[in-house]
């Protein structure tokens, strides 16, 4: 069969439903059984493509801040606490580290976090936010608010918060056994 793809306003391949890899696949969850026809029936790959629209929605909504979304990464990483390392941050944002060292230095660059030696490991810098920081995070966060009601318009918040919760634990839990 002769497929025909194109490139989307970002340049991203864009695939017809037919040429979509079709399966069928009798799943079991919580002793219910169902059919997936395709591999973009499945949660997971759901969750991945619902990230990949955000990320776009952030990354839009954010450039007028200056910011890339995974800047956006790092300083909600920082939110809550005084000063964590850059091994810290990475794991939390799930980046490499070499790339979240690069990252921290343009944003300390920007005045937005500070880093400091860590006086238990002279090896290690410990990351923190500015004062600018904190208020670009007050600046940002309505945006962001606004665009998580938009999107969870007729949506039970905090059962949809209760099963992502629970979703990112058994994920968490299956890749660390894969290590």
Do not use: C
Request: hydrophobic share 45%; net charge negative; charged share 30%.
């Amino acid at each position: 069969m002769d497929v025909v793809r194109g490139v989307d306003h970002n340049g991203g391949m864009t695939r017809r439903k037919s040429d979509r890899a079709r399966v069928n696949l009798p799943t079991t969850v919580e002793g219910e059984t169902y059919q997936l026809s395709e591999l973009e029936d499945l949660i997971p790959v759901r969750i991945v493509r619902i990230g990949e629209i955000f990320q776009r929605i952030a990354a839009a909504a954010f450039e007028r801040f200056g910011l890339r979304v995974t800047d956006l990464r790092i300083l909600n990483a920082l939110h809550a606490n005084e000063q964590i390392s850059v091994a810290e941050i990475s794991r939390r944002a799930r980046v490499d580290k070499a790339w979240i060292s690069r990252l921290v230095r343009e944003l300390e660059e920007k005045a937005l976090v500070a880093r400091t030696p860590d006086p238990t490991d002279s090896r290690a810098m410990l990351v923190s936010l500015t004062p600018a920081g904190r208020r670009m995070q007050e600046d940002i966060l309505p945006l962001a608010r606004a665009h998580e009601t938009e999107a969870l318009a007729g949506i039970d918040r905090a059962l949809l918060v209760s099963m992502l919760d629970r979703f990112e634990t058994s994920s968490a839990a299956l890749l660390d056994g894969m290590d």
